[in-house]
């Protein structure tokens, strides 16, 4: 009889993996497949090539930063200042390009990378407080935000800056054959991230990491190295994304991208990456992305209310943390089954003390 329980016990918890995995990996894609469906039906030029290049291009800086942001989730952290950064990087390009220090007046490259190693250094400042200082990720990540948010006002007094080159504007708007260009380089970041976290050492240590911090450690990972790597990259991402955002938009702004934050943290989730770390990657944040840029682009086309996108976001958002957190669940009860628990045993421990 302790046999035939045993082997219930295990098939159920194989049951309860296979589901839970499904789960997770399934519904991203059954959910950017009906928006497409639905949206298709409600406008004619929804599918027409012009629109898929729009949604392509509107979506390209925020599949940069959502890659950086992803780095940051697979290790159970979180990055709040990615949207003030992108704005910063903005800024201090246009602002150095502009001014009279001759070492970056007129010069657009180097006006780029001083901005960029601006934002790489809020990043290394944030993972320094969460790695050595043992800070949460999110109140270190909060002050940055403000910070970075300070130095935006502090230097433009809310202004935006139009004076730019051509050439930084050419960045934004130049096409390779049908596709817009900052797609391209988008893709390429994408690619290039999902080769790291599936083909090396760096990348199977934020895995590591995520999965099990302790054990990580145990077995001579560096977890702090990782953790502060982690949050220099997203700075850098965010960095990156403010630029491309200020070609495109032709002008460096200090409103508007606030939903960069959002946006970013939204996709990865919606994909299927859990906050709990260790679990998700690159193609679950494609997914994710592809989901916000359908859904804001189809209501955009049904020429509806536009703050219906937030609702909709916003529901979209909530329904994935319920399946990440119940497939989180599920493999839990399964793990704890397979290690001869039961489920009576589990629920005394998972359930909060009232005595």
């Not at 030029?45 to 729009?54: C, I, V």
């Not at 958002?317 to 990440?324: E, G, H, R, T």
Request: with cysteine.
């Amino acid at each position: 009889m302790p046999e035939m329980i045993k082997k219930s016990i295990h098939k159920s918890s194989r049951l309860g993996s296979i589901v839970s995995s499904r789960l997770a990996s399934f519904t991203p894609l059954l959910t950017l497949l009906a928006l497409v469906v639905l949206f298709s039906f409600t406008s004619e030029k929804f599918l027409s090539w012009n629109n898929m290049a729009n949604i392509a291009g509107q979506i390209s800086v925020l599949c940069i930063v959502a890659s950086g942001m992803t780095l940051v989730v697979l290790m159970g952290e979180i990055d709040l200042s990615v949207a003030n950064i992108a704005m910063m990087t903005g800024i201090i390009m246009a602002m150095l390009y502009n001014s009279a220090i001759s070492i970056f007046a007129g010069h657009l490259v180097i006006s780029i990378l001083a901005a960029l190693l601006a934002a790489l250094g809020i990043g290394i400042v944030a993972g320094f407080s969460v790695a050595r200082l043992g800070i949460p990720s999110f109140a270190v990540t909060l002050a940055t935000m403000q910070i970075s948010r300070g130095i935006t006002m502090t230097v433009t007094e809310g202004r935006p800056i139009y004076e730019l080159p051509d050439s930084l504007r050419a960045i934004g708007s130049f096409r390779i054959g049908p596709l817009p260009g900052l797609f391209v380089i988008a893709i390429s970041v994408l690619v290039l991230f999902y080769l790291v976290l599936k083909y090396t050492h760096y990348g199977r240590y934020i895995y590591a990491v995520g999965g099990n911090r302790a054990a990580a450690k145990m077995v001579g990972i560096r977890t702090r190295l990782m953790t502060a790597s982690v949050m220099a990259i997203s700075g850098l991402m965010a960095g990156i994304g403010g630029v491309l955002t200020v070609a495109r938009l032709g002008s460096a702004q200090t409103f508007g991208s606030e939903d960069i934050l959002i946006d970013s943290l939204a996709a990865v989730v919606i994909g299927g990456t859990a906050l709990s770390g260790g679990v998700g990657g690159i193609a679950n944040t494609v997914l994710g992305v592809l989901i916000l840029g359908v859904l804001n682009n189809g209501l955009n086309q049904m020429s509806s209310n536009i703050f219906l996108k937030y609702l909709f976001k916003g529901l979209i958002l909530l329904a994935a943390l319920v399946i990440n957190i119940f497939t989180g669940w599920v493999k839990e009860r399964a793990q704890m089954r397979q290690t001869g628990q039961t489920c009576e045993d589990l629920d005394s421990e998972t359930s909060p003390n009232l005595s």
